[in-house]
């Protein structure tokens, strides 16, 4: 993506919806250019274009948490993507971050990807190498990710080495957080299958509370965020041997 679009959408991001004519003139690009870019953005499922303009997607959508701080997300992605290997069957849960992460898997070759969310599973559907798992379950609409006791049949016939998760809140004290309580008890299921765990979020979820918890802190392997997190989050996250990567 051109960095044009990433300004497009960090706009949208802080005001919700804008005009073409408005982008035209803080960009300081033709209007022409400008609804070539929300054409593409739209394909891309990150924006609604709306007459004479653009908006972000509803707000209990996956696509409008894509949005949302797109270019610090984008960088969390790929250094997640960073972390997978030739060869490696991951699990992808749900959330933006990890949804960026498929789509920069696309192009990789001998790679198998498990997960319970339909949105990430789209992101790797034109992509002729990687082989995508979809396990089934109750589905939640919003954020297109199954849920419920059948996650926990499908775990016990698949191995996977990689987990990748998002979060909605993050402290010492309770560890991962999530305000959907459904999703919770089907992350806590994926955390204790023994794999590595790697959670990926911005740092503006670090202290931030949700309604529960899925796992400790001790049990995340390795956070992958931005260069947000609180001044003394290093050395907290060092002492606990949790693997920090801020970008």
């Given amino acids: 993506m051109v960095n044009r679009r990433e300004q497009i959408l960090n706009l949208l991001s802080r005001d919700g919806e804008t005009s073409v004519n408005s982008l ?3 960009l300081s690009v033709s209007l022409v250019t400008i609804r070539s870019d929300l054409r593409a953005l739209e394909e891309e499922g990150l924006l609604i274009r709306t007459h004479g303009g653009a908006a972000l997607p509803p707000v209990d959508d ?3 948490r894509l949005s949302i701080n797109y270019t610090t997300k984008q960088r969390i992605a790929e250094a997640a993507a960073g972390e997978v290997e030739e060869g490696d069957t991951v699990l992808l849960e749900a959330g933006s971050c990890v949804a960026l ?3 920069a898997l696309a192009d990789r070759k001998n790679l198998n990807v498990i997960t319970n969310n339909a949105f990430v599973a789209r992101q790797l559907k034109d992509s002729p190498s990687v082989q995508v798992i979809l396990m089934g379950g109750f589905y939640q609409k919003e954020s297109e990710t199954m849920v419920g006791p059948m996650i926990s049949r499908y ?3 698949y191995n996977f ?8 809140g993050f402290s010492w004290e309770r560890g991962v957080m999530c305000r959907n309580f459904d999703r919770a008890e089907v992350m806590s299921g994926f955390i204790g299958q023994g794999a590595r765990v790697y959670v990926l979020s911005d740092s503006g979820k670090i202290g931030r509370t949700a309604v529960r918890s899925v ?3 001790e049990d995340v392997d390795c956070l992958i ?3 947000g ?3 003394d989050f290093r050395t907290k996250a060092a002492d606990l041997g949790m693997t920090l990567i801020d970008v």
Wanted: overall charge negative; hydrophobic content about 40%; charged content about 25%.
């Fill in 155 to 157: 775990l016990e016939y």
């Fill in 161 to 168: 080495s990689k987990v990748f998760l998002g979060m909605d």
């Fill in 229 to 231: 997190i609180p001044a």
């Fill in 225 to 227: 965020t931005d260069r």
């Fill in 215 to 217: 796992c400790t802190a």
């Fill in 24 to 26: 035209s003139d803080t």
């Fill in 101 to 103: 992460m498929a789509r």
């Fill in 62 to 64: 996956i696509s409008h």
